[in-house]
């Protein structure tokens, strides 16, 4: 009895020292655990990888079964890909593998025996790790030509380009305590004070391309400034885009009204409100916005080159581009598809969207989050 | 030699399983890290910013556990010990908080918050740490609950009547004569609920914004946002070395209080004065209160509909929305599936280890005890990355398999199948065994009739705790992928919620409510009590 009772105080002693110790110095910073080691400014990212691209599919590939990687956004209709199994034989199994970084970390991970034969959702931001890490094997394919000019940004074509879609500032119009932003100036201005709600980059892609947007408006020398303006301006940062929209924004009964989303929003607002509704509640900041571009590529490891090269050649068809505005809700890269009404109606993208070099982006990107961490966050 | 062999036998299949599935998968991901090129390990570990990170990790895991034994204990008593109309309601309705997906247990924390004004003015809570710890004694009191509650309610109590006929006042019999009998199921649970928010993610990421940083969150930074495989590995490794820490200390500490015990089947009695049922229904009620609170905000909201309530999101449930590539019904069906499978899998493999540890060999068991704790402190992300990496090729080519999301999902629920039966079985006074057999009975009939009884209860409990796991999971099999046919519930609800459209978080808030449902009613089903005509 004596022993027990004896490791029963022990333990409770220890209990509260720890309690009172840590309440002492509670910490909760979000720290930096490795060193940055920012790329160099040479990168290898567009240099030519040297392998021979794959020919264009010709023979009878009926029978064949591929695997297709993407991420969990990854939406098309149910008869899409059947339609590609009714016109070639190839049957694709789908896979969905998290978010756009777990997509492409997997991927690295795998790179020796690879889970699949083609990749769907790398993005811009992500284009370079994947390309540095010799993830892709090239295929130019034959509509390309179709594809707006801009997106097709590896001169190798080691990733084709899918769809588009521009991450800008959403506000919330009868929510505004004033008149609407137009610039993102604006943003670090009194009327906006405790408004703004966005996501932290090293979590969330659209908080990522949206610092990816200070960066290109302001340069390297004038972002940190920006943002020390938007803290002191009362921003707030959330982890994902759910609990920004869902939570802090006007949308979930949050108090804020302005938003870091996507442009395609307030037609998604439209097609899915509940009561149905005239208009979008939200409109779109055009000033903020920065361009997101998803490829499509066949990763090297792959058994079956020409099937993938064929799926790679079907997804830039009429079938599939046509059904990716109200299933993903972002716009095809197939320049001669007609989209949908509520697109036309609600939908935008930028003309002239911010952009940066997906090169420069994976060079600077460790650098970039540790200085925006240290600068928002501390 | 018989008997070696049968052991041997006995403990091969937990040892495989584990090996196989855990062990294997895990040791490969990290040698893939550790051996990799760039910074040097030392310097990765040196950093005080990762003594920060651990620092945080420890203090809200151990204020998180501390304070949920607090609120589950008063409850564990009065289901253990007092029989009456409804006790199995609220014992299912205790563990539906913990299959809730932690996205849906964010999103109704902060609709909390939102309803009593604590999220802005003087007092703001959104973002701070007591969010998080609130969050995590919602999940995890019902671990609390069923396992010291089950063992608690198998204790027979005539030692505290002999207490109390020699003149102690029902506390102090409680103090000095319930607690120490209590102590291996109090260790065992407070291990696991600390393991659990040790390694606590979702819950962090969310409710703590950006600011809160726990070694799990980190890991998952360093894998998936920068690829820096390096620095997530020797995050595991530290992660893994403070579980094993910890479960030696509790074990070590476990070892001095097992001791024989005379257990009844059900020692609960009907409640005896006014002033018991009283404090019962006090009791039941502020505790449920509690967990009803965010579950009330989910429900609310999943009957808003069009302009006023209905329940046209539930309706839209049976339809295939545009965003999920199966209806909610067949994500309910995978749900379901992949839950039976995965609490037949722990029943199998933590039946198995339960009689190894509980009555083979002292040693080996201690281990093969241990080793199945493991799993529950190890991150998600190492797992799952583990798995991806390691079960590529035959005979293990299981990574595109249907069957390897019960596994992983079976991995932590193995745990709490021993955790619930090993107690019992140890606990058996031996001289009842010896009895039996005197009086003529052959050893797989004494087996029958005494461990039996006793331990099926166990096991029904333990099961029914891992398929509740396995229904509410989201952890390392999102990391392996899957196909779209697999959806499973919580799944579907992340993706509900990660569109814009109030028609869409009407459905999510409408099939977390089926999902509590279901569990309920499940977990309802499994926990019979062998008392008829007793709810």
Redesign the interface.
């Given at each position: 009895m004596c022993s027990k009772s004896r490791s029963i105080r022990v333990l409770v002693s220890l209990a509260v020292a720890i309690t009172m110790f840590a309440s002492a110095c509670s910490s909760d910073d979000v720290g930096d655990v490795a060193t940055a080691t920012s790329g160099g400014a040479e990168s290898t990212c567009f240099a030519d990888p040297g392998i021979d691209p794959i020919a264009t599919p010709t023979g009878d590939l009926a029978g064949t079964t591929i695997t297709l990687v993407t991420h969990d956004s990854f939406f098309v209709s149910e008869g899409t890909l059947k339609a590609f199994t009714d016109e070639t034989g190839i049957v694709v199994e789908q896979v969905a593998a998290g978010d756009a970084g777990q997509l492409v970390s997997s991927a690295v991970l795998t790179i020796d025996n690879p889970t699949a034969d083609v990749m769907f959702g790398i993005d811009n931001a992500f284009l370079c790790r994947g390309l540095e890490a010799g993830l892709f094997l090239p295929y130019e394919a034959a509509r390309l030509g179709d594809v707006h000019a801009e997106l097709a940004v590896d001169p190798h074509h080691r990733v084709t380009p899918v769809d588009f879609g521009d991450v800008c500032v959403n506000y919330w119009v009868d929510a505004l305590p004033g008149a609407a932003p137009a610039s993102l100036d604006d943003l670090t201005e009194a009327d906006f004070a405790d408004q703004f709600v966005t996501m932290n980059p090293e979590t969330s892609s659209p908080g990522f391309a949206f610092l990816l947007a200070t960066i290109a408006k302001y340069g390297e020398d004038g972002w940190e400034d920006y943002w020390s303006g938007l803290v002191d301006n009362g921003v707030e940062i959330t982890a994902g885009w759910s609990d920004a929209y869902y939570g802090s924004f006007t949308a979930g009964g949050g108090t804020r009204s302005v938003v870091t989303s996507y442009a395609s929003s307030p037609p998604a607002e439209f097609l899915f409100a509940d009561p149905p509704v005239d208009a979008p509640p939200t409109e779109v900041l055009f000033d903020s916005c920065f361009r997101q571009i998803e490829f499509a590529g066949i990763l090297a490891g792959t058994e079956h080159p020409e099937a993938a090269a064929a799926l790679i050649e079907f997804m830039l068809s009429e079938t599939f581009q046509s059904d990716i505005p109200e299933n993903m809700f972002v716009y095809p890269a197939n320049s001669t598809i007609a989209l949908p009404d509520s697109f036309v109606r609600f939908g935008a993208t930028a003309d002239d969207p911010l952009i940066i070099d997906p090169a420069v982006i994976e060079a600077n990107r460790d650098d970039w989050t540790e200085r925006w961490t240290t600068v928002v966050l501390r | 030699m018989n008997e070696r062999r049968a052991w041997a036998a006995i403990g091969l299949l937990p040892v495989l399983f584990l090996s196989a599935f855990f062990l294997y998968p895990v040791g490969a991901?990290l040698v893939?890290g550790l051996t990799a090129d760039?910074?040097s390990l030392a310097?990765?570990v040196s950093?005080?910013?990762?003594r920060?990170?651990v620092?945080?990790t420890?203090?809200q895991a151990?204020?998180s556990t501390?304070l949920t034994l607090l609120a589950a204990l008063p409850l564990t008593a009065v289901l253990a010990n007092f029989r009456f109309r409804g006790r199995r309601l609220v014992r299912a309705l205790v563990t539906i908080p913990f299959v809730l997906p932690t996205?849906v247990v964010?999103?109704a924390f902060?609709?909390v918050l939102?309803r009593f004004g604590l999220d802005?003015g003087a007092v703001n809570l959104r973002h701070t740490?007591w969010v998080i710890l609130a969050a995590h004694v919602f999940f995890n009191i019902a671990v609390v609950v069923r396992t010291v509650g089950g063992f608690w309610s198998q204790l027979d109590d005539r030692q505290e009547q002999a207490a109390r006929s020699l003149g102690a006042s029902p506390l102090r019999a409680f103090w000095e004569v319930t607690v120490?009998r209590l102590?291996a199921a109090l260790l065992a649970s407070t291990a696991i609920v600390f393991l659990f928010t040790f390694t606590s993610f979702g819950l962090i990421?969310?409710l703590?914004?950006?600011?809160?940083?726990s070694i799990e969150t980190?890991i998952f930074?360093?894998?998936?946002?920068?690829?820096?495989?390096?620095?997530a590995a020797v995050?595991s490794v530290v992660q893994l070395v403070a579980v094993l820490a910890l479960v030696v200390v509790s074990t070590r500490?476990q070892r001095?209080?097992t001791g024989t015990e005379r257990l009844a089947v059900d020692r609960s009695t009907p409640f005896t004065t006014n002033r018991q049922r009283a404090a019962a229904v006090l009791v039941a009620t502020a505790t449920l209160a509690f967990l009803a609170l965010p579950v009330a905000s989910l429900v609310e909201r999943s009957f808003r509909?069009?302009?006023g309530y209905g329940l046209?999101n539930y309706r839209a449930l049976t339809e295939r929305v545009?965003?999920?590539?199966v209806s909610a019904l067949r994500a309910l069906g995978n749900s379901l599936a992949f839950g039976v499978t995965a609490a037949a899998i722990a029943f199998a493999v933590g039946g198995a280890a339960a009689l190894f540890v509980a009555l083979g060999p002292k040693r080996l068991g201690k281990a093969l005890d241990l080793g199945l704790l493991l799993p529950l402190g190890t991150s998600a992300v190492t797992l799952g990355?583990g798995m991806?990496?390691a079960l590529?090729?035959p005979p293990l080519d299981l990574?595109?398999s249907w069957i390897i999301i019960p596994i992983a999902q079976a991995l932590i629920g193995v745990p709490f199948v021993v955790r619930a039966i090993a107690p019992v079985l140890q606990s058996i006074d031996p001289k009842v065994r010896e009895a039996a057999a005197t009086l003529g009975a052959a050893p797989w009939a004494v087996r029958r009739e005494i461990d039996l009884p006793l331990a099926a209860k166990a096991a029904a409990i333990g099961t029914g705790f891992a398929f509740a796991i396995a229904i509410g999971e989201f952890g390392a099999t999102?990391?392996v992928?899957?196909?779209?046919g697999h959806l499973t519930v919580p799944?579907s609800i992340?993706?509900l919620?990660?569109?814009?459209?109030?028609?869409?978080?009407?459905q999510a808030m409408a099939l977390s409510v089926v999902l509590m449902l279901v569990t309920t009613i499940v977990v309802f089903l499994v926990d019979r009590n062998d008392q008829a005509g007793v709810l």
């Open positions: - | 991901v893939r760039s910074t310097d990765i950093r005080p910013a990762l920060r990170v620092w945080f420890f203090w151990s204020v501390a996205v964010a999103a902060v609709a939102d802005r740490v120490p102590k990421l969310l703590g914004g950006s600011r809160m940083a980190e930074r360093y894998a998936v946002s920068r690829t820096d495989f390096a620095t995050l500490l001095r209080t509909h069009g302009d046209g545009p965003l999920l590539p990355f991806l990496i590529d090729e990574r595109q999102s990391f992928g899957r196909r779209p799944l992340a993706r919620l990660g569109q814009p459209g109030e028609a869409l978080r009407g």
